[in-house]
């Protein structure tokens, strides 16, 4: 059994910060990528930013300059880190991780998304 657990959304003000959160837990024996995805309301999920096992990242034109993805490996934890928060950022966010488990099953997990608000 493989988990992904967020935290971290909430209600900001638009310029303002936020930090999110996503551990992994349970039966695994390394991860791979690990990706941030947003989906707003009638909008379809979008990539927004992605990290590689060795730290490559990759961001959404949208999002460069403003957020920062990174992970720490010895606590299977990816973060967000989103500053100069903008109305168009209010979306309910999802990890993704592809994990290769301890039984050697290599698969593609999700967390139960969290919501981020920016408010004018």
């Known amino acids: 059994q493989v988990q992904l657990v967020e935290s971290g959304g909430g209600l900001v003000q638009a310029g303002g910060s936020l930090r999110l959160s996503c551990a992994a837990s349970g039966s695994i024996r390394s991860i791979n990528a690990m990706n941030w995805y947003r989906q707003a309301p009638g909008k379809q999920r979008e990539l927004v930013a992605a990290i590689t096992s060795g730290g490559s990242t990759n961001y959404a034109v949208s999002v460069k300059g403003r957020f920062t993805i990174s992970r720490d490996n010895a606590k299977n934890t990816v973060y967000l880190q989103m500053n100069s928060l903008k109305l168009e950022d209010t979306a309910v966010y999802y990890c993704?991780?592809?994990?290769?488990?301890?039984?050697?099953?290599?698969?593609?997990?999700w967390g139960q998304g969290t919501q981020v608000t920016v408010s004018s």
């Open positions: 993704n991780a592809k994990i290769l488990r301890s039984s050697g099953w290599l698969g593609d997990y």
